[in-house]
């Protein structure tokens, strides 16, 4: 009886224990579990960031990088990119059955990727890239990942993998990109990447793939980006890629290609960047690339292409079609003025002639008897004159053509000489003497021009970049290098890749390759003080939900463009609020404190506020009342009358500066790159309205039909400071634009485009110091609310 007694209160702790659990909302024991051992097997006490971990419940106290599904309870996201991760992946992390990102680049994680993860059905990002010191993350890529459905962006790259590419991806039906470049991958690649048709970025550069390219690419009708460049591939380029008319960009140099470039590529209408040099390619350029509208960018050197240069590459922006076989003449764009480099070009050879051909001399004078036999052709000399003397007649063995013929110079017929006139055997040693005293004197008069030329150009840019140097500062502190995504037309070492910052996803991010330079300008520059971080070294990126705190000002906002607003009359623009049938509802705010942007963004005003006062913008932004107090509760004043001031004199914008804020709606995709590396205008085309450069709104409407909803129909917005300084203003489209234009007074550059094509207005900037991401909302489109519902 007493061991019942103790089974049933053994029941009743148990039940206790559930329920405690239910209502407290902890995660099941095993997805805990799995977080314990992976902080263990990658020494999580030695983590930049580890806040929390191992205590309590990994949602309820917050465990750094971890995110949880409010309602079922489930681990949802793990983002620890950057974050000194080291030792490997433990197979545990297959337990995590809700997970929907799973992000651990730019560590040091080695040995190989857990073919567990196929297990998480609900998996979208895997991101793993950049994970190549302490041995790298190797083996092999799992194939069960081909059961990855949801999937949609796969990052492995630049890390040891090894072996080929499964042919179960081909399964992966969801696949936005797959990039696994700057591996050791080899083997063929399989035809079953053709199936992926919601892909549009395959880069899988910089491996050792071998073989021929398959032809089931030319499937992807929505791809964007081919890189199989810096591979070891064969064979011709398959006909059928020329279906992919939505590409964007086209490399597949540094290979071992063979055969002509096929004139199916023609059809490739959106392309901007058609790259296929270092290859062995042979026969000419393609009538049809002339139909390659969009096309900015066109790489052919280092091959065999011979025939004649078409002129249609004058229209191309950058073109190298040096070290080829092309003939003469080329189209006159290829002089040193030229957008690029064709040179050099051949033409036929001379055909040689015999001594033994007898040449036929005219005769002095004609005269009845027969003239005595004419003496031996002397050298040439000044008075002789060319005629064209046939070629002689193939021998019965030679299977060319006849050469046609070759001008010969011989001696006029005056100058022809008689019988007794004697015929001198060597030219004129004086008058050689001095063609080559005429020609060293020459020589020097060039080459003294040419050096003197360039001193003169050297010292007047030094002084052009002096006198820049005292009106606008020092560039150099603003214009540092930065990570490229990865490397499309260069030759990359893979030192250089191993160098590169990757991309994190994590809210908290340490920013590698901090120079001297940023601890010579950490005096002068501060973070705002209402951040967290005090400091701007060591670089680092941290995501701060400020939702308590900003939520209600951004959700009024937002509000004023879909309500009747009286103080809009002051803007340009009417808001026509009976036509939106859906309206925003803020779900979450994230200030962005990186410190690498904002450095380069304080510099970048400091220079622009001392060329000021500028000429007023007005945005819709600033004539609105929350719009104001928004932009007064972003400034970085500790002092609340001056944060009152500013407010009372239109928030953050003044003469002095033109910084306004501004709106940019994006995907979940680039969420992550500009909260970590900024915008970017290089990636932009010149395709746009205003050109290759960074654009924003004044108009939430505007931004929102750039946004677009991930599976939970959450969208995302940037809530912008932008430098606009001198602004040059356009009521027509300026495409192909990659810098502000001259302002029509002073005959310099502006600082930004204020451009009106439509209803809404544009604002571009194309340098990316001018701009910084402030805060990341995150916002549902839920149906407008009519009176008849508030009753």
Request: glycine fraction near 8%; proline fraction near 8%; charge should be negative.
């Amino acid at each position: 009886q007493k061991m019942k007694l103790g089974g049933i209160f053994r029941l009743l702790a148990y039940a206790e224990l559930l329920f405690v659990g239910i209502v407290l909302g902890d995660v099941p024991s095993l997805e805990r579990d799995a977080l314990v051992t992976l902080y263990n097997s990658t020494n999580g006490p030695d983590w930049t960031y580890n806040d929390n971990w191992l205590n309590g419940d990994p949602c309820s106290e917050n465990w750094y990088g971890v995110e949880c599904d409010s309602e079922v309870q489930h681990i949802e996201i793990l983002s620890l990119g950057s974050n000194q991760l080291t030792g490997t992946i433990p197979s545990e992390i297959g337990q995590l059955s809700a997970l929907s990102e799973l992000s651990m680049p730019g560590n040091a994680l080695n040995g190989g990727i857990p073919s567990e993860i196929g297990q998480l059905s609900e998996l979208l990002y895997l991101y793993l890239n950049g994970n190549y010191q302490n041995g790298g993350l190797g083996g092999t890529i799992p194939s069960e990942f081909g059961q990855l459905s949801k999937l949609i962006e796969f990052d492995c790259y630049n890390c040891k993998l090894v072996g080929t590419i499964p042919t179960e991806l081909g399964q992966m039906v969801s696949l936005y990109e797959l990039q696994v470049d700057s591996n050791l991958l080899s083997g063929q690649l399989p035809s079953e990447l053709g199936l992926l048709s919601a892909l549009n970025y395959l880069k899988i550069h910089n491996n050792e793939f071998t073989g021929k390219i398959a032809s089931e690419l030319g499937q992807l009708s929505k791809l964007l980006e081919l890189k199989l460049m810096f591979n070891q591939l064969s064979g011709t380029i398959p006909s059928e890629l020329g279906n992919l008319t939505s590409l964007d960009i086209f490399g597949l140099h540094s290979n071992r290609l063979t055969g002509t470039i096929p004139s199916e590529l023609g059809h490739l209408s959106a392309v901007t960047s058609f790259a296929v040099h270092t290859n062995q390619l042979t026969g000419t350029i393609p009538l049809e690339l002339d139909q390659l509208s969009a096309l900015e960018q066109l790489y052919l050197q280092t091959n065999e292409l011979s025939g004649q240069v078409p002129d249609w590459i004058c229209n191309v922006s950058i073109y190298d079609l040096t070290d080829n076989l092309f003939s003469c003449p080329l189209p006159s764009c290829c002089s040193a003025s030229g957008n690029g480099l064709c040179e050099p070009c051949y033409s036929p050879a001379p055909v040689p002639i015999p001594a033994s051909i007898p040449i036929p001399i005219p005769a002095p004078m004609p005269a009845p008897s027969p003239s005595p036999t004419p003496a031996p052709i002397p050298a040439p000399s000044p008075s002789l004159f060319p005629l064209p003397i046939p070629s002689p007649a193939p021998s019965p063995t030679m299977q060319e053509p006849s050469p046609s013929p070759v001008p010969v110079m011989v001696p006029s017929p005056a100058q022809v000489p008689s019988p007794s006139t004697p015929v001198p055997s060597d030219p004129d040693e004086g008058s050689m003497m001095i063609i080559i005293i005429a020609a060293a004197v020459g020589t020097f008069i060039i080459v003294f021009l040419l050096v003197a030329c360039y001193l003169f150009k050297r010292r007047k840019k030094k002084d052009s970049h002096s006198s820049r140097g005292g009106e606008r500062g020092d560039y150099s502190l603003m214009h540092r290098a930065s990570s490229t995504d990865d490397l499309v037309y260069g030759n990359p070492r893979r030192s250089d890749l191993e160098d590169s910052t990757s991309d994190s996803l994590d809210d908290t991010a340490n920013v590698s390759g901090a120079g001297s330079s940023q601890h010579d300008t950490n005096d002068l520059v501060k973070p705002p003080t209402f951040w967290t971080t005090g400091q701007l070294i060591p670089p680092s990126v941290r995501m701060v939900d400020v939702t308590l705190e900003l939520g209600k000002p951004v959700q009024n906002l937002l509000d004023t463009f879909f309500v009747d607003d009286p103080s809009s009359s002051a803007s340009p623009f009417r808001f026509f609020q009976d036509d939106a049938q859906e309206v925003p509802v803020v779900l979450r705010v994230k200030r962005v404190e990186n410190t690498s942007l904002w450095r380069k963004y304080s510099l970048t005003r400091d220079i622009i506020c001392a060329k000021g006062p500028y000429l007023h913008v007005s945005t819709s932004v600033n004539t609105k009342d929350p719009g104001r107090k928004l932009a007064a509760m972003l400034m970085d004043n500790e002092d609340d009358e001056d944060r009152q001031s500013l407010l009372n004199e239109g928030g953050i914008q003044n003469d002095s500066l033109n910084e306004v804020i501004l709106f940019h709606g994006t995907s979940p995709k680039y969420v992550q790159h500009i909260r970590n590396q900024g915008y970017d205008s290089r990636v932009s085309t010149t395709s746009g309205n205003f050109g290759a450069g960074c654009y924003f709104t004044d108009d939430f409407r505007k931004s929102h039909q750039y946004a677009k909803c991930d599976r939970e129909n959450k969208f995302y917005l940037f809530i912008n400071r932008v430098l606009l300084g001198t602004t040059f203003t356009s009521y027509q489209a300026m495409k192909r634009l990659r810098r502000p234009p001259q302002d029509v007074v002073s005959g310099q550059l502006c600082d930004s485009v204020v451009g009106t094509i439509k209803t809404y207005k544009e604002y571009v900037v194309y340098d990316n110091a001018q701009c910084y991401p402030d805060l990341l909302v995150i916002y549902t489109m839920k149906p407008k609310r009519t009176e008849s519902d508030e009753v």
